[in-house]
Nanobody, 122 residues
Framework: QVQVVESGGGLVQAGGSLTLSCVAS????????MGWYRQAPGKQRELVAS???????NYADSVKGRVAISWADAKNAVYLQMNSLKPADTAVYYC????????????????WGQGTQVTVSS
């Protein structure tokens, strides 16, 4: 089994900063990509940022210059440093991991965390 757990969400004033953390654990052989998505009320889930095993990153236009994603390979962890937060950043943030698991059989698969709420007040 694989578990993906996020932490670090909370309430912050506009202009403030937050760092989200995500750790994948369990029957993991290899991770090729991890990313952060968010879903605001009444909206579709959207990509915020992603990083792959080659170190390549991808950011949504709406967060470029304000957000940085980093991956601690040895810890199977990914972090999202968010600065200059805006009320429009308010959403549930989900961590996603694409990896090779060995249980119950060897396969590539993606896993999602339960989400962490980020609320930015004006």
């Amino acid at each position: 089994q694989v578990q993906v757990v996020e932490s670090g969400g909370g309430l912050v004033q506009a202009g403030g900063s937050l760092t989200l953390s995500c750790v994948a654990s369990g029957s993991i052989f290899s991770i090729v990509a991890m990313g952060w998505y968010r879903q605001a009320p009444g909206k579709q889930r959207e990509l915020v940022a992603s990083v792959n095993s080659g170190g390549n990153t991808n950011y949504a236009d709406s967060v470029k210059g304000r957000v940085a994603i980093s991956w601690a390979d040895a810890k199977n962890a990914v972090y999202l440093q968010m600065n200059s937060l805006k009320p429009a950043d308010t959403a549930v943030y989900y961590c996603n991991s694409y990896l090779y698991t060995t249980t119950p059989r060897g396969r590539w698969d993606e896993y999602w965390g339960q989400g962490t709420q980020v609320t930015v007040s004006s």
